[in-house]
């Protein structure tokens, strides 16, 4: 199975990608994640990236298009893989497809997962992460529920930056919709909803 998740941020894609993930054993290959981790080891792709990330502005798509290319010849995405931040433009959308026909492995899906903005800025001010294992949490929880690690707060999470995001997102990344709907691969889910429920709906919609 082979998957382009679609949202705003915080629409709840890391959520629902975790468990497809364990339910489907499948790669999760999330951009966001990888270029936290560059920057946390300071590598020129951190470097590079950094700026970028904490203006809530993308980062250049022959940066992340290389990232990814490299990122889906590992054997591991062979079994299947769920994008998740990416493709954020139509560069990165008919980049993704190039490489995909070339591999001979095309996508199965692109899961849209819809919650209105408003809802969006309340949950990723409140949003925190697990420094330990990276699980999503919110401003209640002292410590990362799975795990007792250390939890903090995104330096994209605060209200300006969230704001721009979502601005980036309806200019940028929203015409993906219509992009997929015309290949024929757009599934909608209603992202405004316990995550369980979400999930429920997402493994209907995609007869898992
Ligand atoms: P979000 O919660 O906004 O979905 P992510 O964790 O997916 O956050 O991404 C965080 C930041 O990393 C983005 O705001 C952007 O700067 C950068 N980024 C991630 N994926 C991409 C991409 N496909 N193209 C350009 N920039 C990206
Ligand atoms: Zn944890």
Partial sequence: MN???????GAGKGTQAAQ???????????????LRAAVKEGTPLGQKAKSYMDAG?????????????????????????IL??????????????????KLDRPLDAALLISVEPEVIVGRLTSRRMCKECGCIGTATDTVCPKCSGEMYQRDD??????RNRLDVYEKSTAPLIDYYRGCD???????????KIVFEDVTKALSL
């Fill in 3 to 9: 998957i382009v998740l679609l949202g705003a941020p």
């Fill in 20 to 34: 497809l993930v364990e339910k489907c054993a499948i790669a999760h290959i999330s951009t966001g994640d990888m």
């Fill in 57 to 81: 502005d993308l980062v250049p798509d022959d940066v992340i298009i290389g990232l990814v290319t490299e990122r889906l010849q590992d054997a591991d995405t062979k079994a299947g893989f």
């Fill in 84 to 101: 998740d931040g990416f493709p954020r433009t139509s560069a990165q959308a008919v980049a993704l497809d190039a490489e995909l026909s």
């Fill in 157 to 162: 999470d605060n209200e300006a930056t969230v």
């Fill in 185 to 195: 691969l757009l599934v909608e889910i209603d992202g405004d909803r316990d995550p």
